[in-house]
């Protein structure tokens, strides 16, 4: 047994567990207590939704040198939006790679209402992320079928199975080949980004996947890749391709 074998052994509790196959995806909803679950599915308990709230308002606001809306120009959310999120991170034009839905509230923010770009991870991006990801919620994500994704989609899938940090650990040591053991006595679960953002009882407040991929490569003892880099936006893109037709969440609630 290899050095990165055994850390894995005995970093893992063996308490089942089994290599995840195309057959047998599970949400992270489908680990959770029934407690949180109870928690996400109620409107009126789901903490997220205070977050979608904040979004609606943001939605409706002018702002900027235009003086323009989100409404103004994209109308009601509930039909233009509805299907988008299940489709991000998308092939980007004028960049020529993938960006994420944050990425394009960012772009839209700045080129069309000339207003300057919310700070990653500031409550008002997270809010209106969390808002039009939920307009999709409940439709199966479709992300990766553009074709001029794939070569991005690869970048992720190697950036996932590949060792990272000082523990030498990939994504795919536990969320493929651990999924349903436990790890600090927490479920591991299969990694299926269906719910962001989400609202964490562990950070008691809304976070974004680039933010709980951070976390996970600190847990490695590896340096997180900078909010916004291309790395997140490959891994972003994997996982979303890899959850192709389960069904979006947003938002979603974990431990």
């Known amino acids: 047994m290899t050095g990165r074998h055994l850390a894995a052994a005995l970093a893992l509790a063996l308490l089942g567990g089994a290599a995840l196959g195309a057959d047998d995806r599970l949400s992270g909803f489908d680990f959770l207590g029934p407690q949180t679950r109870a928690m996400q599915q109620d409107d009126m308990s789901n903490p997220g939704m205070l977050s979608v709230l904040d979004g609606e308002a943001l939605w409706n606001r002018a702002g900027g040198a235009s003086g323009r809306s989100c409404a103004d120009c994209h109308g009601d959310a509930a039909a233009s939006m509805r299907g988008v999120a299940a489709r991000y991170p998308a092939f980007d034009e004028e960049s020529g790679r993938p960006v994420t839905l944050e990425g394009r509230i960012l772009q839209c923010r700045e080129a069309r209402q000339r207003a300057a770009p919310f700070e990653w991870e500031s409550p008002d991006l997270l809010a209106l992320s969390a808002y039009v990801a939920h307009q999709s919620r409940g439709l199966p994500v479709e992300t990766g079928a553009d074709p001029r994704l794939a070569p991005f989609i690869e970048r992720g899938r190697d950036l996932f199975t590949g060792p990272k940090g000082q523990l030498d650990f990939s994504c795919a040591d536990c969320h493929e080949d651990n999924w349903g053991r436990h790890l600090g006595g927490a479920v591991i679960p299969q990694a299926h ?30 340096e997180p890749y900078a909010y916004g880099s291309p790395e997140h936006a490959e ?9 192709h037709g389960l069904p979006m969440e947003t938002p979603g609630v974990r431990p």
């Open 193 to 222: 980004p269906t719910g962001y953002p989400i609202y964490r009882l562990e950070w008691q407040s809304m976070g974004s996947l680039q933010r709980r991929l951070r976390n996970c490569m600190t847990g490695v003892r590896a």
């Open 235 to 243: 891994l972003e893109l994997f996982l979303m391709a890899r959850a």
